[in-house]
T-cell receptor
Framework: GENVEQHPSTLSVQEGDSAVIKCTYS??????FPWYKQELGKGPQLIID?????GEKKDQRIAVTLNKTAKHFSLHITETQPEDSAVYFC???????????FGQGTRLTINP | ETGVTQTPRHLVMGMTNKKSLKCEQH?????MYWYKQSAKKPLELMFV???????ENNSVPSRFSPECPNSSHLFLHLHTLQPEDSALYLC?????????????FGPGTRLTVT
């Protein structure tokens, strides 16, 4: 079946450095790729998304890149801050875009 | 954070109990979802409702029974659960349109089955 692989499972970076999380997907028909941030005790929060007709999207310190040929996409966070510490999930749409399949999550820790 | 609300936030129930989880979205969306989030596992889609009609049941055991009386409210009725059903249950909503469906999540209900 369709699946999304996410790496790494844990990531620790120094404050101010950059963090990169990578995902690969299996369904070549996937056309929507959101990223979620989940803080302790909260539900996942949509932070950025990208559709298959673009290769890159940026929102302040967050950017996402998409390589449809290789079927992988990445989240880039620059100038990391302590409040960026959370679990991040990638997802890919399947079967007409409404259904999302999620990666396993990456626990990001920003060290002061 | 207040776009999708869920109650209760925490629930402890015995295996013979019957309880219900409630979700309400204030975003004017027409699709609602139930997900299960267990430790060390990806979010698992359980049910999808579009315009109050169930369009997806992801092989969920019958001890979980969803109900969607209108586009703003979604319930998950629970009965005779097992300890392995302990998890965070998340509700989400979206506005169905072509090209992608941004899903917005509630804070979840932490369920413990004893």
């Amino acid at each position: 079946g369709e699946n999304v692989e996410q790496h790494p499972s844990t990531l620790s970076v120094q404050e101010g450095d950059s963090a990169v999380i990578k995902c690969t997907y299996s369904d070549s028909a996937s056309n929507y790729f959101p990223w979620y941030k989940q803080e302790l005790g909260k539900g996942p929060q949509l932070i950025i998304d990208i559709r298959s007709n673009v290769g890159e999207k940026k929102d302040q310190r967050i950017a996402v890149t998409l390589n449809k040929t290789a079927k992988h996409f990445s989240l880039h966070i620059t100038e990391t801050q302590p409040e960026d510490s959370a679990v991040y999930f990638c997802a890919a749409s399947i079967r007409g875009a409404q259904k999302l399949v999620f990666g396993q999550g990456t626990r990001l820790t920003i060290n002061p | 954070e207040t776009g999708v609300t869920q109650t209760p936030r925490h629930l402890v129930m015995g295996m013979t109990n019957k309880k219900s989880l409630k979700c309400e979205q204030h975003l004017g969306h027409n699709a609602m979802y139930w997900y299960k989030q267990s430790a060390k596992k990806p979010l698992e889609l359980m049910f999808v409702y579009n315009f109050k009609e169930q369009t997806e049941n992801n092989s969920v055991p019958s001890r979980f029974s969803p109900e969607c009386p209108n586009s703003s409210h979604l319930f998950l009725h629970l009965h005779t659960l097992q300890p392995e059903d302990s998890a965070l249950y998340l509700c989400a909503s979206s506005q169905a349109r072509t090209g992608g469906y941004e899903q917005y999540f509630g804070p979840g209900t932490r369920l413990t089955v004893t």
